[in-house]
C-alpha cells in the first residue's frame, strides 16, 4: 500500500528563520508525493509535487520540497517563515490502487512565532 | 489554479434527517471526484470516489447506504448523509481531478469543506 509518515505533530520556529516539515513515503514503483496546506475551517491548498525529474520541487508562497529516494523522504522546506504560515501541513501520496485518490499523512500543525 | 466549490459550508440537523452536500468543479471537467472525511485535528479518510455516470466506490467501512454519492455530471458530485446521526458529525471535503492523458501526475483541487454536526 501507498503510504506517508508525518513524525512530528506539530513544528515551531521563529519569523525569519528556516522551516522543515517531515515526511518519508513507503510506496511500491515510483512515488507520487504531494504536500498540501490547510487553514483553520478550510479546505486543502496545493503547495507542490514530485512526480519525476529533479529532486528539489519549488512550490507555492516560497515553499519547496526535497525528493531523497534513498531516505524515502519528502521535507518541505522554506527558507524564511512568515507568521502567516501557520497552518496545518499535509503531506500526500497518490494511490494508484484508488482511482489517483490520495493517501494523507496524520498533518503536522506549524507555528510560526512572531 | 482550478476551483472546487461546496454547498452548504455548515450544516446543523437533527438525528433521523438525511443532509446533502454538493461539491462543484468550476471551471473544469471532473470524471473523478473524491470525498473525504476529517475529524478534528486528524487526517483526511477517504471515504468514496465518484466517477461521473457509473457508481461510486467505497473504501472499506464505509457505509455505502449511509452515505449516498451521486456523479450525475462533468461538474457536479453530491454525498447524502441519509438517517444521520450524532456520530456522522465530522468535515467533509470533495476533491476534483481534472482530467488529461497524464492524469495520475495532476494534483487534485479541494473545495473549502462542509462542516455537518447532528444534534
Known amino acids: 500500500a501507498q503510504s506517508v509518515a508525518q513524525p512530528e505533530d506539530q513544528v515551531n520556529v521563529a519569523e525569519g528563520n528556516p522551516l522543515t516539515v517531515k515526511c518519508t513515503y513507503s510506496v511500491s514503483g515510483n512515488p507520487y508525493l504531494f504536500w498540501y496546506v490547510q487553514y483553520p475551517n478550510r479546505g486543502l491548498q496545493f503547495l507542490l509535487k514530485?512526480?519525476?525529474?529533479?529532486?528539489l520541487v519549488k512550490g507555492s508562497y516560497g515553499f519547496e520540497a526535497e525528493f531523497n529516494k534513498s531516505q524515502t523522504s519528502f521535507h518541505l522546506k522554506k527558507p524564511s517563515a512568515l507568521v502567516s504560515d501557520s497552518a496545518l501541513y499535509f503531506c500526500?501520496?497518490?494511490?494508484?490502487?484508488?482511482?489517483?485518490?490520495?493517501?494523507f499523512g496524520k498533518g503536522t500543525s506549524l507555528l510560526v512565532t512572531p | 489554479g482550478a476551483v472546487v466549490s461546496q454547498h452548504p459550508s455548515w450544516v446543523i440537523c437533527k438525528s433521523g434527517t438525511s443532509v446533502k452536500i454538493e461539491c462543484r468543479s468550476l471551471d473544469f471537467q471532473a470524471t473523478t471526484m473524491f470525498w473525504y472525511r476529517q475529524f478534528p485535528k486528524q487526517s483526511l479518510m477517504l471515504m468514496a470516489t465518484s466517477n461521473e455516470g457509473s457508481k461510486a466506490t467505497y473504501e472499506q467501512g464505509v457505509e455505502k447506504d449511509k452515505f449516498l454519492i451521486n456523479h450525475a455530471s462533468l461538474t457536479l458530485s453530491t454525498l447524502t448523509v441519509t438517517s444521520a446521526h450524532p456520530e456522522d458529525s465530522s468535515f467533509y471535503i470533495c476533491?476534483?481531478?481534472?482530467?488529461?492523458?497524464?492524469?495520475?501526475?495532476?494534483?487534485?483541487?479541494f473545495g473549502p469543506g462542509t462542516r455537518l454536526t447532528v444534534l
Open positions: 514530485y512526480i519525476t525529474g529533479d529532486n
Open positions: 476533491s476534483a481531478l481534472p482530467p488529461g492523458l497524464r492524469s495520475s501526475y495532476n494534483e487534485q483541487f
Open positions: 500526500a501520496v497518490r494511490d494508484l490502487n484508488s482511482g489517483y485518490a490520495l493517501n
